[in-house]
């Protein structure tokens, strides 16, 4: 299972972000996914998860109208579409598969 996150960065609060996960190892279209995130000095915070194929979809409550979640299984991807950026979301952002993460891409959101 290889997981490869990709579109972090640093971007001011009200701002947005499209976090991308590749993945390749496994028959992605089969499986559930979730991005899940872990800020500075705290635990690991699980924010969304879609089904196998895309018609279930759950959110944090913190994150809910503002971020999106969806998949192409066609192209083995997992994306998180993040509007209005908030300071509290600045963190390390996985994609998680099971007890597999990827490297995580960061996310900080400041002036």
């Known amino acids: 299972v290889q997981l490869v996150e990709s579109g972090g960065g640093l971007v001011q609060p009200g701002g947005s972000l499209r976090l991308s996960c590749a993945a390749s190892?496994?028959?992605?279209?089969?499986?559930?996914m979730d991005w899940v995130r872990q800020a500075p000095g705290k635990g690991l915070e699980w924010v969304s998860n879609i089904n196998e194929g895309g018609t279930r979809i759950s959110y944090a409550d913190s994150v809910k109208g503002r971020f999106t979640i969806s998949r192409d299984n066609a192209k083995n991807t997992l994306y998180l579409q993040m509007n209005n950026l908030k300071r509290e979301d600045t963190a390390v952002y996985y994609c998680?598969?099971?007890?597999?993460r990827g490297q995580g891409t960061q996310v900080i959101v400041s002036m």
């Open positions: 998680r598969f099971g007890a597999a």
């Open positions: 190892g496994f028959t992605f279209s089969a499986y559930s």
